[in-house]
């Protein structure tokens, strides 16, 4: 699937404030390496539906298994371990024995230290590694698990590590056998232990959104092979959301364009974002908030929601909102199956010019029948000249007023607001009388 940065950042993905994004929201990796290897997975939205199945057999069976997995490989083993390979030591003896040994382990008595902490350290890492293999050995579903116990099991035949294997946990490893196991790491073993490294860097990305399913009830998705776009989901929700209000959604070939009204605050945002979210963690395999879902594989999402001027280029919102719409038309004309999100389409310009430049773009983009899209406008008044067209849904969230107080329902309604409620809310917010109550000042 095709994203650019903005979208990433439309759909809270990653942002600056990293504490408000869904990566931080998915994280429950131990390893500073895992954590980087959940942001490559989730800046990586997969292309197919086979890679994206296999994410999903390796995170329900890591769901099974999860607390068998030993927990003893902590962020700090790893660091000692790669913080070996970059440490110059003194040369290690060449057929190390109970002289030389004691000999380097006097003359060279910082460097010994190091080799032992580090080695101690190997020693619990590779037999854990066997431990998690041992594990995953009995799934023969997933690809991505078969080739991590594949790995694990090829590297540990070596001679010297069956030997180190075979150590009980309570040996008191002599001088010679660190000096010895120091310097086959070092000179024979270094770019393997990286590769397994980054093997656990994985695993432990991957048991972080098994983590994340099982905490919040997360479903997998179903995807249709069918070449037309489709989303039939039941039930779901913006992931980020405490209190969440679900949604239905059905947008397919016939239907494939959703004209979405409301009030301010009456959540046109939250269900764009909500729709932009799910589908996009569904394509990295996560699970998503719902209670049912099916979709076709999108080749693309491209949002237009969080637009911003230039001052440093010159270029005003309003130019920005069209370059955007100019980079989606130029997208979307490619055949394949993208899925558009625009909220609040030109708020840059006057009333007249937004509603021209949204109906001109509306009438060009419903003729895309390959694409799903989702746009939000304030303009009600445009509604009534795309009604002739049979392929976009109508739709909007009420709001009502009590005691001139604001009630938001938040529920999807067929049809088109007609809501005006900017003034009501000026007047709520006090901003009206504190208006009334300003003197005249004389010049």
């Not at 329900?60 to 003893?72: D, G, I």
């Not at 708020?347 to 007249?352: F, L, R």
């Amino acid at each position: 699937m095709q994203v650019d940065k903005t979208t990433l950042q439309d759909i809270s993905i990653f942002l600056t404030d990293e504490t408000q994004s869904v990566f931080y929201y998915l994280n429950r990796t131990k390893t500073n390496g895992g954590r980087e290897h959940l942001r490559r997975i989730l800046s990586n939205p997969l292309n197919n539906i086979a890679a994206i199945e296999d994410v999903q057999k390796t995170i329900k069976h890591l769901l099974e298994v999860h607390h068998l997995l030993p927990e003893t490989i902590t962020n700090g083993t790893i660091m000692v371990i790669e913080s070996f390979f970059e440490t110059a030591t003194d040369s290690y003896p060449t057929h190390p024995n109970a002289v030389n040994s004691l000999t380097y382990k006097i003359i060279s008595a910082p460097d010994f230290s190091i080799t032992k902490y580090s080695t101690t350290h190997f020693v619990g890492f590779i037999k854990d590694l066997v431990l998690i293999a041992e594990i995953l050995s009995n799934n023969n579903d997933s690809q991505l698990i078969q080739s991590w116990y594949g790995l694990i099991n090829t590297m540990v035949k070596r001679p010297v590590l069956q030997t180190v294997l075979h150590w009980p946990a309570d040996k008191k490893v002599s001088n010679i056998e660190v000096l010895w196991l120091g310097a086959y790491l070092k000179q024979h073993f270094k770019q393997q232990t990286l590769e397994l490294i980054d093997l656990y860097n994985r695993l432990d990305a991957y048991t972080s959104m098994a983590m994340v399913s099982k905490e919040y009830a997360l479903i997998f998705p179903t995807f249709n092979a069918a070449t037309e776009p489709l989303i039939r989901a039941k039930g779901f929700y913006h992931l980020l959301l405490q209190v969440p209000v679900c949604y239905d959604v059905l947008l397919d070939k016939t239907t494939n364009f959703m004209f979405l009204t409301g009030a301010n605050m009456a959540g046109k945002s939250t269900f764009i974002k909500s729709v932009g979210t799910s589908i996009y963690l569904a394509h990295i395999g996560m699970g998503v908030p719902a209670e049912s879902m099916e979709l076709s594989l999108f080749e693309g999402l491209l949002t237009n929601i969080q637009v911003e001027d230039n001052i440093l280029k010159g270029e005003s919102y309003f130019f920005n909102e069209v370059k955007r719409i100019k980079r989606t038309v130029e997208k979307i004309s490619d055949g394949r199956r993208w899925l558009i999100l625009i909220d609040e389409l030109f708020k840059g310009t006057n009333v007249q010019d937004a509603m021209k430049c949204s109906i001109a773009v509306i009438e060009g983009l419903h003729k895309i029948n390959n694409a799903i899209f989702i746009l939000s406008t304030h303009l009600y008044e445009i509604a009534e000249p795309l009604q002739k067209y049979q392929n976009i849904d109508f739709r909007y969230f009420e709001t009502s007023v009590e005691n001139d107080q604001l009630v938001f329902s938040y529920q999807l309604q067929k049809g088109v607001s007609n809501d005006r409620l900017g003034y009501l809310i000026l007047k709520r917010e006090g901003v009206v009388k504190m208006l009334d109550k300003l003197q005249q000042t004389e010049r």
